[in-house]
């Protein structure tokens, strides 16, 4: 596959009235997120070029899907990118990171999607200076994965957070994130900002820690109640552990590149549950509990709208 | 209200054509499952009376809902009841046991729908000898509670546990649980029978651990986070809380008789959480525990197939 033999756009009623911010976008991990973003973007900007680099069977997945325009298995195909997103689990994209500046040799810009950004944008501060590099996290996912789960829908609505480092002032800087909040706004997410570090302290909280508790309760669980016990069980346990089926290797990364703040939060929960456990038949523990559990779940709600009522 | 003004039955399409099973239901306690289970009666045996015991604005709201026939706030009015469904929380339900040889002087088959079963089994053995108590639950419920959030279908499909007493073997027993069976066959629901101390230890397992937990995360996500933090939260926290709504007073009742064992499932628990707390970034360790956890949670999928489909 090469640029030359690139399908036709998809009719699209937007289709040109949309001002391109990028023209050759190139996407590094075509599974779940960069997938979606594929698909979002060639909707979005029928004449933009989308560029992907994967596997092989991933490649010809993305082209059946028209995901992408082009793609190729190595960095090569991204040379003449004006965006680069590394959308690979975050410590592949920390590990490409110094092999860009062999393959981009234009002023370009660089973002990711993973969930973790303290570590990777401690890493992108040795690009060198042509490379713009702005850490990024679209609040968006699936308990599935994989391009086959991709949808170009999957950001409407959602947060796509930006993490611009405080040591990268400077004019490029500054208009690369304004870039990409157009870009990702184009997609129909909502853009802001954040420290990367604030970052990674509340999505220990309101995202790794979920995720590791949904596992571990569905292991021991299944362990302690068996086949046998698992099909007596009502609609709770199914919600609780709805994430359980999250891609490991995803998330493998996540807790290696967040490791104190996840193990903080895990302390919270750890004490929570054994204040809990000693005080389980104490006349108004259990509801006090519930009454401040409730409390926050309708902020939650209220706070997150569509997120949580799908 | 009396026995004499009672409602229409509704029109239905099955209307006579069921056998009778009791011809006078008297439900003690309106919330989400008396609630659901008077409007599935009514619905199932559109001559059967249907009477209800609660407080005065809950019976208002069940004759308004159409879910009694007649109601009335003590318990005089189930004296010639041949089934009593004890339907309030399950200390509630003990509370109420000593009670019901004062009112019920015929032959009557009493059951229950509470979450837990060991404490009010034992606690049945000492009702005179035309009371035949079965223990029941139906595994059906909502993260809503109350006679508002109360529909017919909630046991279509669903598991509805018995928990026959090997204590009180016997004629009357045995006749007792095959018209119970055939009771809740006919409201849609998959009778099974399981041994108290069984069935106490599984739920511990597959229900009140998923609720407590789902209740302590939220809480102690919500105080660390914040408002703020929540804003930020995707679909992981919402799916992982879901439950945190639950109703208080009802966990509250089921965590006092049943601490033992949910005590041991919360050890299962803590302990898991704080080995992996030490290993989150050790080769291969969270990648082992997603690919257990997402196994037991593809097999959870099978044996539920509906449950945790919704």
Redesign the interface.
């Known amino acids: 596959m090469n640029a030359d033999n690139r399908s036709l756009p998809l009719i699209d009623q937007d289709a040109g009235r949309r001002p391109l911010v990028f023209e050759r976008i190139g996407i590094v991990g075509l599974g779940l997120m960069g997938g979606s973003l594929a698909l979002a973007a060639r909707k979005t900007w029928p004449t933009a070029l989308v560029i992907g680099v994967d596997r092989k069977d991933v490649l010809e997945s993305a082209v059946v899907l028209h995901a992408i325009d082009v793609g190729a298995q190595d960095l090569d195909i991204i040379g003449e990118a004006d965006l680069v997103v590394l959308a690979a689990p975050v410590e592949e994209n920390m590990r490409l990171l110094p092999h860009l500046s062999y393959y981009l040799e234009k002023p370009v810009v660089v973002t990711d999607v993973s969930s973790t950004k303290r570590a990777i944008v401690e890493a992108a501060r040795a690009l060198p200076p042509h490379i713009t590099f702005v850490g990024g996290h679209p609040?968006?996912?699936s308990a599935r994965s994989g391009i086959r789960a991709a949808r170009a829908e999957i950001f409407d609505g959602?947060?796509w957070?930006f993490t611009p480092d405080p040591e990268a002032e400077g004019e490029s800087a500054r208009a690369a994130l304004e870039r990409l909040e157009r870009f990702v706004e184009a997609l129909g997410a909502v853009p802001g900002t954040?420290d990367a570090a604030g970052h990674d302290r509340?999505?220990a909280?309101?995202?790794h820690?979920?995720?590791?508790?949904?596992?571990?309760?569905?292991?021991?669980?299944?362990?302690?109640?068996g086949?046998e016990?698992?099909?007596?069980?009502?609609?709770?346990?199914?919600?609780?552990?709805?994430?359980?089926?999250?891609?490991?290797?995803m998330?493998?990364g996540i807790?290696?590149t967040n490791?104190g703040e996840?193990?903080e939060?895990?302390?919270?929960?750890?004490d929570?549950?054994?204040e809990?456990?000693e005080r389980?038949?104490e006349p108004?523990?259990?509801?006090q509990?519930?009454?401040?559990?409730?409390?926050?779940?309708?902020?939650?709600?209220e706070?997150?709208g569509k997120?949580?009522?799908?």
Do not use: H, N, Y
């Open positions: 609040v968006a996912g959602r947060r957070l954040i509340v999505m909280l309101v995202s820690l979920p995720q590791l508790v949904a596992s571990a309760i569905m292991e021991v669980v299944g362990i302690a109640a086949e016990g698992l099909s007596l069980s009502g609609t709770g346990l199914g919600d609780t552990t709805r994430l359980a089926s999250s891609d490991a290797t998330w493998a807790c290696r490791t996840i193990r939060a895990m302390t919270l929960l750890i929570r549950l054994s809990l456990r389980l038949d108004g523990k259990v509801e509990l519930f009454a401040a559990a409730s409390g926050w779940r309708r902020l939650l709600d706070k997150t997120a949580t009522r799908e």
